[in-house]
């Protein structure tokens, strides 16, 4: 899809915040995007940007091979702002100075400043900020002033503000920069003259004219899975081009309870879109027959849904697009490696090895946007709660959460467990309080007593954590009568459960799924 006009641009420098700068800048209402800070400035500038944003990051200005940016990119002529190794970078690159601080700053400090008419507009004179930073700048570039300082940084915030060129030693993107979004917003707003345009209205708008004009008359394949990212992809695609998108679904025997029943009366019978309900529960159980290995589950499944999908889309007839519902965090790690500073975290592909081998060309057209603003954009689209503000789903499915042998049986017995649980949380009112929440079956069985015999049965594991990027989590703390509600309805009314667990465990040292 087309970048919208005049985007406010964000270069890495390997910070851990990157991402976050440019999502407090779309809070703003202005579009963002994340570029490696080895950009050519000649590219950057074919984007149009109305200002740049250089990142923090882990490096020193003096260590050798640090980052640097292509000098030519203060000759483009847009408001550039500097945060952290990003004014310290700015400051080196045009005549100033940077040292070893004699105190390192690492934490909240207080920022005073009497800049009523630029960056600090609005904020309070004396204000908390949030240092992490052991190099500052000592010596201002000509043409640089003083806007702000801190008890251990007397360059905390520069300006010069004839060339637009502005720099900060803390983090305003964080929340312990209490008035960190106001400094933002004057950079975004008032210095580059951006309007707070950017909505899931206004995407949507143009996102159905540039999906219509890459589509033109051509057919669009979709492997729709009923998790948020696929279901808005879909719904943004039958929008913009209606009957000539097709959406193959398909049940692998390793759904949640109900959820095939919940696409097709979404998809095909609101929305009236063309869905294609494959039933291939039997050849995935096959196939998962004897297998207690969590990473060849994972091979076998992937390799099945492949073939269905291929057979599928032969059926269907000629077919020339494939929609993904990749993410801007996704496209981020993905590109990470071809300039920016940090490794590669992961090689992206929503359907694994689809666009090579059926040499179709990719339509991904939620790759501009961040998770929450997809749920967003699905409640723009009309999707109901229960697509849009669904949990994560794994890809294999429950094929991860049975642990151990996959049956029929234990399949059905997990998928009643997981119902419970979800049902509660729901009712308890702490759904949207929590990141993801799920039940595994273990592969241990548990002497218990039930209706006065002696039952030898499974035993289920509860666990539900709190995240903002699934990078790391935290268990959720429950009422206890929440847990004790779901540990009785299982027992009560799940056939083969005797016992429940409850899973405390943090992300590190564990993850989120038990395989």
Known sequence: MDTPGHPVIVLDFGAQYSKLIARRVREAKVFSLIEPYSIPAARLKALQPAGIIFSGGPASVHA?????????????GVPILGICYG????????????????????????????????????????????MSHG????????????????????????????????????????????????ILSNFVHAICGCPADWDMGSFVDRAVTDIR????????????????????????????????????????????????????????????????????????????????DPEQKRKIIGKEFIKVFEEEARRLGHMDILAQGTLY????????????????????HNVGGLPEKMRLELLEPLRELFKDEVRALGCELGLPEEIVGR???????????????ITRERLETLREAD??????????????????????LLPVRSVGVQG????????????AVTSEDAMTADWFRFPPEVLQRVANRICNEVKHINRVLYDISSKPPSTIEWE
């Open 391 to 405: 949990h994560p789903f794994p890809g294999p499915g429950l094929g991860v959460r049975c642990v151990g042998a």
């Open 213 to 292: 004009d890459h589509v033109g008359a051509k057919r669009v394949l979709c492997a729709l899975s009923g998790g948020v990212d696929s279901s808005v992809t879909a719904m943004l695609i039958h929008r913009a081009v209606g009957a000539q998108l097709n959406c193959v679904f398909v049940n692998n025997g390793l759904l949640r309870k109900g959820e095939a029943e919940l696409v097709q009366r979404v998809f095909r019978d609101h929305f009236h879109v063309n869905l294609d309900y494959v039933d291939a529960e039997d050849r995935f159980l096959a196939r998962l027959s004897g297998v207690t």
């Open 64 to 76: 050798p091979g640090s980052p640097l940016p292509d000098p030519a990119i203060f000759e483009i």
């Open 87 to 130: 004014v310290q970078l700015m400051a080196q690159m045009l005549g100033g100075k940077v040292e070893r601080a004699a105190e390192r700053e690492y934490g909240v400090a207080w920022l005073e400043h009497d800049d009523d008419d630029g960056l600090l507009d609005g904020v309070d004179a004396r204000t908390q900020v949030w």
């Open 452 to 463: 006065d015999e002696r039952t030898y049965e499974e035993v289920c594991s509860l666990r």
């Open 135 to 182: 190099d500052r700048v000592t010596a201002l570039p000509p043409g640089f002033e003083v806007i702000g300082r801190t008890a251990n940084s007397p360059y905390a915030a520069v300006a010069d503000s004839a060339r637009r060129l502005y720099g900060v030693q803390f983090h305003p993107e964080v929340v312990h920069t209490p008035q960190g979004k106001r």
């Open 329 to 348: 965090p996704d496209v981020i790690e993905s590109v990470s490696a071809t300039g920016g500073p940090s490794a590669t975290i992961k090689s992206h």
């Open 419 to 440: 119902a419970i649980f979800i049902d509660e949380i729901k009712k308890s009112g702490l759904y949207g309080d929590i990141w993801q929440a799920l039940v595994c």
